[in-house]
């Protein structure tokens, strides 16, 4: 290695007084690139990692934010799929139901009138067997028995609500439309 030191500063001894400077800032600038390029490049990689890695970060919440949402999704299927198969009622099932929410709600003495209309196909596999309830009821009584046909266990949906006051203070006349989906038969 020594000699090969000796054998590039005898040339450079060698040069005349206007080759010394070109090869000297040419040798410079060489050293320089030499030094430059691999700190650039290690630089570049750096950055590029911290890019990435900040990219998989982002993709890792977004996952993880995917997977909250498929885990409500899929608890919300399983609710909809129970609830469907709760809905499964025949039109006795539906009446007694009905009846019954009613005597919890409004009383045991009310009087109501309870018709059937014609199934309507809903769907390809699905029908809607409707019902119009007529009732009179006080406020608080209404509420119970629209917070009960909303918020209940029961598969029943509420469609148009008709509410009128009546004469007396605290009556109204009532016409509920009541529905039930179910599965059609085969």
Known sequence: ????????????????????PFVLITGIVLLALCVYYPISWSRDFVKNTRNS?????????EAAVLS????????????AQNSFDKAQ??????????????KETVGQE????????????????????????SLKANLDQLVKLLFQFEKGETPLFLGKVNIRKV?????????LEVFSVRKKKA
């Open 1 to 20: 290695m020594k000699a090969q030191i000796r054998k590039i500063l005898n040339a450079y001894d060698n040069l005349n007084s206007r080759e010394k």
């Open 53 to 61: 890695k900040n990219y998989k970060l982002s993709q890792l919440d």
């Open 68 to 79: 909250q949402r498929y885990d409500l999704l899929n608890t919300k299927l399983t609710a």
């Open 89 to 102: 009622m025949t039109y006795e099932q539906v009446t007694a139901e009905i009846d019954k929410i009613i």
């Open 110 to 133: 009310v009087k109501y009138d309870l018709k059937n209309q014609n199934p309507s196909n809903l769907g390809l596999e699905f029908e809607k067997q409707e019902f119009s309830l």
């Open 167 to 175: 004469g007396k203070k605290d009556q109204f006349n009532t016409v």
